[in-house]
């Protein structure tokens, strides 16, 4: 039995033009093993569920350095939930003060990953989260 490759979006939400901590991730997550889609910089929340619905990805990481991640944490979730698709996980990272992580949780994100977070462990959440 083969067993299906995790597809992940990595996205960069917003007006933040960042994107080397989005890219390191992304590079680590398919030396994993993962299927990786990377959005490119300023996508807004329509763009970013729109591609994670026609890619048919098992989970959306939105990097984000802008401090707006509780709106476009909240956008993403609420998009997805309107258009049926609320099974694709959200997981957040970026520089995202820890005080902040349970309001992300309690809306949805199922995990944040700060600054210094081996790819290691985002690769054993994932797989572990999108197995269930």
């Known amino acids: 039995m083969i ?3 995790i597809r992940v979006l990595i996205a960069k939400p917003g007006l933040d033009g960042h994107d080397r901590g989005a890219k390191v991730v992304a590079r680590g997550l398919r030396d994993a093993g ?3 889609i990377y959005t490119g910089l300023r996508q807004t929340p329509e763009q970013i569920v729109q591609t994670a619905i026609q890619e048919d990805v098992d989970a959306i990481g939105l990097s984000i350095l802008s ?3 509780e709106y476009y944490c909240r956008r993403v979730i609420e998009l997805l939930k309107e258009k049926g698709a609320e099974n694709i996980l959200v997981v957040a ?6 005080e902040d992580v349970p309001a992300l949780k309690e809306i949805g ?9 081996p790819i290691s462990r985002m690769v054993e959440f994932l797989r572990q989260a999108v197995r269930k």
Not at 109 to 117: D, H, L, R, S, Y
């Open 67 to 69: 401090g707006a991640h």
């Open 93 to 98: 990272g970026g520089v995202i003060p820890p």
């Open 109 to 117: 994100v199922a995990e944040v990953f700060g600054p210094g977070t």
């Open 34 to 36: 993962m299927e990786v």
């Open 3 to 5: 067993d299906k490759k």
